[in-house]
Every structure is written in structure tokens, then in C-alpha cells.
């Protein structure tokens, strides 16, 4: 399979971020605008020429998907370690290419329109080149190493983006607290990465996930605390992952970082950056399960649970749009999260693998699909809250029925794209965990309440009366609308199971008729409750909202871990950590230096007469010199 070109799907991106970038000033943003559509067009057409080539043509020895690898050794740092720099293709990075740089475009395409007239335009497309560019990088990552790298590079580019209203003080401290939160993460992510390196001697991801390679079978040589090494080193990287990708307790960014514009919401907090850290542990699947008999996978699964119906309760209370959405997303990463925990653990090998990677990608569809909705319904009425909107569906049509075939397929209604992956995620569960099971039925249900809630809170439920009446998108933005619905429409209908499976694992899938039963009856049960309440105005919610009291209160305020979070920083590692630190930096360290600069400059002033530029006064010190020196000299002669 000839990869030559695959270099080009990151390096335009690239090219477009430093033409944009350095030219920022002189490019004129229609221009700048076409530039970024078509160097995501370009990285576009490669990643689906590669998926096609790679599904359907020649990617396939012996019936089993190949892995191509090309690298170039890029650093040593011992003698048997080292850092390579390449790329890899295989199942999974293939489908995330093709998520990547869909979802991309149709964020560019549509940012045409949501950010015409803005003043940073040029600035904001190099952004998201940058972000692209490292999205793709991180994808085609050989190694740990490699992929921190970009790692590290989706931040920044993420703390660029969430901060693009520079001048709004929420947006900067919103761009703060996702970069700072997602640092402790990622300190984490970097021990585990040297941990895996020192005692497997490797950070190459074919090294580390090869079931009959050395580093696996011999995971149990070194143990700390009760678990091997690896285990210790597999928990460190999901803790970076579960950062990355919102998992509780290191949520707390991800509400806040929808100060960015809404393509930003779309394109990182939706279906690209979050889905990282899912991305990262299916890379090492293979070290998750079968390392210390899969008890990293198992911390996976429960985190993953909790998080989705954490998430799912605090977003049926939140009255901003999109924040919603993240709420939303959340849930949904722990959705992936939590069948990328139960794969494996009866003999079912990669039936959750399968389902985390499928629901990975049909949700970036039409998560993406209800960001953009959202977008579009805020250009209209300028303003992300529920009590600003209403009755919509008369003045936005195209943005009504997109908006609400993303809202059924999030619901799980068939024949939708998330009926599909869902289903076989609450299927994978259902056959480890009964427990496990119940909490995504219980999720299932809650997310077709709050997604139907605010649907019929934006386009039906009261007749409110705008100051400017509403009108429906430009053709950049609604044009992507259209796009996202389609796809959402028929991408469940890939034959996923059969296209992405991981090396020398064995998948399966099918459709359990009465689990599935169940899982769409829930999601009508929630679109119902959700149509009584709020499809025409009414006190029910109100009077829900009384009934439920303290609980209510606690939920909307997303039960005060920001809070909680606040106090922790300011009153216990402020006070006794950071204080005590910055007074011993200040009065020793500081205080030290200042000391040595001050002492020097004292003695300067006392001898800076010596160098008074007199050539008198050097002359009677040269010739003071010769007569001291003398006498000694005679002095010690006559003695």
C-alpha cells in the first residue's frame, strides 16, 4: 500500500496555520477564509482516498487489516530506548483521520459564516489549522512520546481557541482553567509515559501492544504496592486521558471552555479533542486488557460510568445551550469510556472495543451537527439561554429539522446513527456488568430528556418576542447542517465490526432485539416526559424543580465542584502549600540574590574610584606600584 502522500493530510494544515499566521495582517479574510476550507478540503480527500484504499483495496493480508509503519529515530536516550517520529495506520487511526478531517471542514465551512465580520477572522482560521494539524499528528503518532507531543500541542491550540475573545475576561479565564486542569492531567499522562519506557524499554505502540511481544508477557516483573509497574503506568496515562477527555473529577473545564465561539465548541469539544483520551486507551487496548487481567480496564469502566451519568443528571438543569452540549458530551465520552471498560473480561474479546470506536464516530456526527445548530440558533437571537428562545421552528426551518434528527439519534431513536452505536455499546455491557448496564439505560433515558428539552425549548415552547426577528443561516452555515444530518442519517449503516478491529483481536456484532427494545423505549419514554414538560408553556418544570429541592439547587450548580475545586486552590494549597513556598522564594532565594547584587554594587562604589578614567591618577598608581614593590623587594634582599 503506497502511504507516500498520508505526510500531507497534518503538513497542509500546517502550511495554511504559518501562511495564515505570518500574513495575517495582509490577507484579506474572504481570502483567509477560502485558504482554511481548502487546506481541510485537501487533508479531507486524502483521509477518505486513505480509508478507501486501506478498507477496500489493500489493506487487507490474509483477511486480517494490516499495520503500516513508517518512522525515522529522532532522538536516543539510552542505548536500547529511543524516540521515533513517523506515522502509523491501522484500523482505528484510519477512522480517526476520517472523523478528524470531516468534522473539520464542516467547522471551517461553517465559520465563514458564524465569524464574517469579526476582527480576528484571519487569526481564528490559523487557529484552527493549527488545532488540525495537531489532531492529525496525534492520530498518526508511532509511540507515547510522539503522541504527548501533539498531546501538547491540541492544548495550546485548544487554549487559543477557547480564549479567542481575548478581550472578554470570562473567555480568558475559561481558556485558563481548561489549560491549567488538563496540565494536572497531563503531569500525570507524562510519569506513566517514562514509567512504560524505563521498565519496558520501549515507547513504540506495536512494541507495547503486541499480545505475544515481551513487554506483555512479561507485564508482572516489577510490582509496587500491590500492582506491576505496568499497571501503575497504564493507570497514569488514563489519568491524562480522563482530562483530556472530561472524565470526572477533572471535568470542570469543560463547561466553562464553551466561552469560545460555537465552531470552536463543535470542532474540539465535541467530536476531535475530547475523543482523545477514548482514542488513547483503544491505542493501548491491548496492554489495558490483558495486563494484571484487565483491572486498569475495569477503573476505565467505572470512571467512564459515573462520569456519563454524572454528566446526564447536571445537564438536565443547566439553562445555557451549550453548555448543555458539553454537559452532553461528557456523558457520552463516558459512554465510550465505559464499553472500552468491559471489553474482554468473559471471553467477549473487542465487542466494547468495537462499540467505544463506533460510538466515537457517529457521535462526532451529529454532536458535531448539534453544536452547530446551536450556533446557528445563537447567531439568530444572540443569546446562549433557554428563556431567550422559543418557537423558532417557524423562522428556522433548515436548522430546526437538522437539529432535531441530531437530537433522535443522540436519543438512540432507529434508524438513526447513535441507535446503532449505542446499542451495541449497552449490549457489550449488558453481557459483563448488570450493574454497568443499568446506569447506561438509566443514562440512555436521561439524555433523550434533556436533549428533547431543550429542542422544544428552542424551536417550540413559548411564543417569545424577539427584538429582531429571526431568519435562517446563510448557506456557509446551513449548508454544513445539511451535510452533518445526512451523515447522521446513514453512517450507522456501516458495517463497522468489519472494518475497524484491532490487531489479533476478535470482534463481534449484532443486534440484541431486546435489549434494543429496551434502550429505544427508555429514550421515547425521556422524548414523552421531555414533550409534556416544555413543548408548550407550563409551571410542570417549575413545580418538578420545587419538588426536588436541595437536589435541584445542587445539580444546577453542577453539585459545586467548581467551588469545592476553588476552595481547595485558595484556602488549603494556597495557604499551606503555595504561601509558605513563595515566602521562602522571596525572603531565601530572592533575598539571597539580592543580597549578592546589592553587596556587589556596595563594593563597586567604594573602589570605582580606582577607575576614574585620569590618566594622572593611573600614572601615581603605576609608579606607587613600582616603588612599593621596591622596597619590598630591597627589604627582602638586606634581610
Known amino acids: 500500500m503506497n502511504l507516500s502522500y498520508i505526510l500531507l493530510i497534518p503538513f497542509v494544515p500546517l502550511a495554511v496555520f504559518l501562511v495564515l499566521g505570518i500574513f495575517n495582517q495582509k490577507i484579506k479574510p474572504a481570502v483567509s477564509g477560502v485558504i482554511g476550507v481548502a487546506g481541510l478540503g485537501i487533508s479531507t480527500l486524502l483521509s477518505y482516498y486513505t480509508a478507501f484504499q486501506y478498507f477496500f483495496v489493500s489493506g487487507k493480508a490474509d483477511g486480517i ?16 530506548l529511543q524516540i521515533d517520529m513517523g506515522y502509523l495506520i491501522d484500523p482505528i487511526s484510519v477512522m480517526m483521520l476520517v472523523v478528524v478531517s470531516t468534522v473539520s471542514l464542516m467547522v471551517n465551512l461553517y465559520s ?7 476582527d480576528g ?28 507531543i501533539f498531546w501538547e500541542l491540541v492544548g495550546v491550540s485548544s487554549f487559543l481557541l477557547i480564549g479567542y475573545y481575548y478581550t472578554k475576561s470570562s473567555a480568558i479565564a475559561a481558556a485558563k482553567k481548561a489549560f491549567i486542569v488538563t496540565r494536572f492531567a497531563d503531569f500525570g499522562f507524562l510519569i506513566g509515559i517514562f514509567v512504560m519506557g524505563y521498565y519496558t524499554g520501549t515507547f513504540d505502540f506495536q512494541e507495547l501492544t503486541d499480545p505475544e511481544g515481551a513487554v506483555i508477557l512479561n507485564w508482572a516483573s516489577t510490582s509496587f504496592m500491590g500492582l506491576s509497574v505496568i499497571t501503575w503506568a497504564l493507570l497514569l496515562i488514563f489519568m491524562g486521558g480522563a482530562g483530556k477527555s472530561a472524565m470526572f473529577p477533572l471535568h470542570i473545564w469543560l463547561p466553562d471552555a464553551m466561552e469560545g465561539p460555537t465552531p470552536v465548541s463543535a470542532l474540539i469539544h465535541a467530536a476531535t479533542m475530547v475523543v482523545a483520551g477514548v482514542y488513547l486507551v483503544a491505542r493501548l487496548f491491548p496492554m489495558y486488557y490483558l495486563v494484571e487481567e ?5 477503573i476505565v469502566a467505572y470512571v467512564g460510568a459515573f462520569s456519563s451519568l454524572f454528566a446526564a443528571i447536571i445537564a438536565i438543569t443547566q ?12 456523558s457520552q465520552l463516558g459512554y465510550m469510556m465505559m464499553a472500552l471498560g468491559v471489553s474482554g473480561f468473559d471471553g467477549h474479546e473487542g465487542l466494547g472495543f468495537m462499540a467505544s470506536m463506533f460510538h466515537l464516530f457517529t457521535h462526532a456526527m451529529f454532536k458535531a451537527l448539534l ?19 422559543g418557537a423558532l421552528r417557524k423562522y428556522m426551518p433548515v436548522t430546526n429539522i437538522t437539529f432535531l434528527i441530531a437530537a433522535l439519534a443522540i436519543a438512540g431513536v432507529p434508524p438513526l446513527a447513535g441507535f446503532w452505536s449505542k446499542d451495541e455499546i449497552l449490549v457489550a455491557v449488558y453481557e459483563h456488568n448488570q450493574f454497568l448496564y443499568l446506569i447506561g439505560v438509566l443514562v440512555a433515558g436521561l439524555t433523550a430528556f434533556y436533549m428533547f428539552r431543550i429542542y422544544f425549548g428552542i424551536f417550540w415552547g413559548k411564543e417569545t418576542k424577539y427584538e429582531h426577528t429571526p431568519h435562517e443561516s446563510p448557506k456557509s452555515m446551513s449548508i454544513p447542517l445539511i451535510i452533518l444530518a445526512l451523515l447522521t442519517i446513514v453512517v450507522g449503516f456501516i458495517p463497522f465490526s468489519e472494518l475497524v478491529t484491532a490487531d489479533k483481536m476478535a470482534f463481534e456484532a449484532h443486534l440484541n432485539i431486546p435489549l434494543a427494545v429496551i434502550a429505544v423505549s427508555v429514550g421515547l419514554v425521556g422524548i414523552c416526559l421531555a414533550w409534556l414538560f416544555y413543548k408548550k408553556e407550563n ?14 439547587k445542587w445539580t444546577s450548580q453542577k453539585f459545586y465542584f467548581d467551588e469545592i475545586y476553588l476552595f481547595m486552590a485558595r484556602k488549603v494549597f494556597y495557604k499551606n502549600v503555595a504561601a509558605p513556598i513563595a515566602f521562602f522564594d522571596k525572603k531565601f532565594v530572592d533575598g539571597t540574590m539580592e543580597g549578592i547584587g546589592n553587596k556587589t554594587v556596595l563594593i563597586s562604589q567604594k573602589i570605582k574610584g580606582m577607575q576614574s578614567g585620569k590618566v594622572q591618577d593611573y ?21
Do not use: C, P
Open 65 to 80: 487489516y494490516q499495520t503500516f509503519v513508517d518512522k525515522i529515530v529522532w532522538l536516543h536516550l539510552t542505548d536500547s
Open 371 to 389: 453544536f452547530l445548530g446551536a450556533g446557528s440558533v445563537i447567531h439568530a437571537v444572540h443569546s446562549n439561554y433557554l428563556k431567550d428562545m
Open 112 to 118: 465563514r459564516g458564524y465569524m464574517k465580520g469579526d
Open 539 to 552: 409551571d410542570l418544570s417549575d413545580r418538578f424543580a420545587h419538588a426536588f429541592g436541595v437536589f435541584y
Open 319 to 330: 439553562t445555557d445551550i451549550k453548555r448543555v452540549l458539553a454537559f452532553s458530551t461528557m
Open 121 to 148: 477572522y484571519t487569526r481564528f482560521f490559523a487557529y484552527l489549522s493549527l488545532f488540525s494539524f495537531s489532531m492529525f499528528g496525534l492520530v498518526l503518532s508511532t509511540n507515547l512520546f510522539q503522541i504527548y
Open 294 to 298: 484487565g483491572f486498569a480496564l475495569e
Open 619 to 639: 600614572a601615581f598608581g603605576f609608579i606607587a606600584g613600582v616603588v612599593i614593590i621596591a622596597f619590598v623587594f630591597i627589604y627582602i634582599w638586606t634581610n
